[in-house]
């Protein structure tokens, strides 16, 4: 058996995605919010901050290095609701969280015909990962079904989208695009969260998908379409 290590992912440790926020950068969110930082200093925050776990991962050995999704507030709404024609709305999650405490009562909903793609600000934050790790830097990013799944029609509006095989067709074009642009910045490791169709398997959620009008046998071969 050889003794080689790989040297292309995938590798044999892997760091998933999001990592603790340090008390500095948690400290710099909270002074964001409250107006007394700016974004530019929050992002100088950032920058200090994920150099310090880029070093940490490369420490212990790890050969994919991520940046912790350090600059995000939440793993999935971030990138979502900066794709264009994608809107953030406060809205009473469908899905609950198990236990008392809930997540912040979003929605991330389509506003306008997908398809296009003028760019994505965690282009960005790939690119200052590859420019501060000699390791392979690693981006994630959710899945498509992120946009809509949680949500339904709530967040695809019949008004904008009255078939939703239009919709799923321009959602892809959209992530294609995405996913083209992360590659010509470089990214040869690109992990795309998919946490939703695990719940296909819960007769809970999936009664709830029929409850909304919708086939949850014909959801996974809609996604990979």
Known sequence: MSNMQRTKPPFRADQVGSLLRSATLKDARAKRASGAISAEQLK?????????????????????????????????TDFVSALPGVETVMHERKVKFQGGVQPQQVLTRVARKLGD????????????????????????????????????????PASVYPDMEDFYRDLGETYS??????????????????????????????????????DPAALPAAYAA
């Open 177 to 214: 695009k995405a996913v083209r642009a992360f590659a010509d910045a470089g990214c040869r490791y690109l992990q795309l969260d998919e946490v939703n169709l695990t719940y296909l398997c819960d007769p809970k959620l999936i009664q709830q998908i029929k409850d909304r009008g919708e």
């Open 117 to 156: 793609f003028t760019g994505h600000p965690m282009i960005e934050h790939f690119r200052f990962l590859k420019a501060h790790t000699k390791q392979t830097p690693k981006m994630t990013i959710p899945s498509p079904s992120a946009l809509h799944f949680r949500d339904g029609r709530d967040a695809v």
């Open 44 to 76: 100088e925050i950032e920058d200090r901050e994920i150099a310090t776990l880029i070093k940490k991962q490369e420490a212990v050995g790890l050969k994919s290095i991520t940046d912790g999704e350090n600059r995000r507030k939440s793993w999935q």
